[in-house]
């Protein structure tokens, strides 16, 4: 801060060196006009702190939008889904599951180092998908620092990675897609099996689906599924080395949504 010190020395009349000094750099303070006694080097350290404190928020904010801007979602409802908005009534099944989730979400939130996955299984229309988002936003709205999460539903993530066959302006390269969801910090794969199921021919899993699900499974450690699939369908649908690192770390992390009936028709 010797070129302040100097500045102020030709600009004498402007700051004027006082005889106090600063308890924290033992420098003199210095007298400025309508703002009083300041030392130029807290003012600094102030400055410093306000800037990073700009960058990290501007970072942050970034990092939030992911979840707005990268993932692939049927209906843009489901970005609306949180815990408040999933109702339940005490001593149900579906309480006990929002209970267990918002403890996962927890658990995602306040340790942004813990890997492990989740399931969530069950029959279609029973909720599994609004648990899932409200996980998901929980951790959006409140990571500090943020944490980058995203929703894929596995259907359109497969037919966007096959689109960008034959169209090479395409962002959904099979590279692309398996580099992104290794770098975020939270990723929920919606429908897990649905991809499967919609092939025509036996089912399970083709190839290029496996080699794929295998990609993002080994790299991210830290996946949320959905799906229809029992464990026992789990394991035919796909080759054992998948499976073993979609169960990873799923021990005290798996919703069972069977025994709830369709919320979507009004059951309660
Ligand atoms: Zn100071």
């Given amino acids: 801060m010797s070129d302040f010190y100097s500045l102020s020395g030709a600009f004498g009349d402007l700051f004027k060196a006082t005889k106090e000094k600063c308890p924290i750099h033992h420098k003199p303070m210095i007298e400025a006009p309508r703002v009083g006694k300041i030392c130029p080097l807290c003012e600094k350290e102030k400055l410093d702190k306000a800037e990073n404190e700009m960058v990290k928020k501007i970072y942050d904010d970034n990092a939030r939008k992911t979840l707005l801007t990268k993932s692939l979602i049927d209906d843009p409802e489901t970005y609306s889904c949180t815990f408040s908005s999933y109702i339940t009534k005490n001593d149900t099944i579906e309480g006990n599951l929002k209970q267990q989730a918002r403890l996962i979400a927890g658990q995602y939130l306040k340790q942004p ?36 999460c995203v929703f894929m539903n596995v259907v359109s993530l497969f037919m966007q990675i096959r689109s960008s066959f034959d169209d090479s302006t395409s962002w959904w390269t099979e590279k692309n897609v398996e580099r992104f969801l290794k770098d975020v910090n939270l990723v929920v794969i919606d429908d897990l099996g649905s991809e499967s199921a919609m092939s025509s021919g036996p089912r399970d899993a083709t190839q290029f689906v496996q080699t794929i699900l295998y990609n993002i499974t080994n790299s991210q450690r830290r996946i949320i599924f959905t799906t229809n699939l029992t464990q026992t369908q789990l394991v035919k649908t796909y080759n054992s080395k998948v499976v073993s690192r979609i169960l990873r770390g799923t021990k005290g992390h798996i919703l069972n949504f069977n025994g709830i009936k369709d919320k979507r028709i009004g059951a309660f």
């Fill in 113 to 148: 180092d813990a890997k492990f996955n989740t399931i969530l299984s069950g029959p279609p229309g029973v909720g599994k998908t609004h648990l899932a988002m409200a996980i998901l936003n929980a951790v959006n709205d409140n990571a500090k620092p943020a944490q980058k």
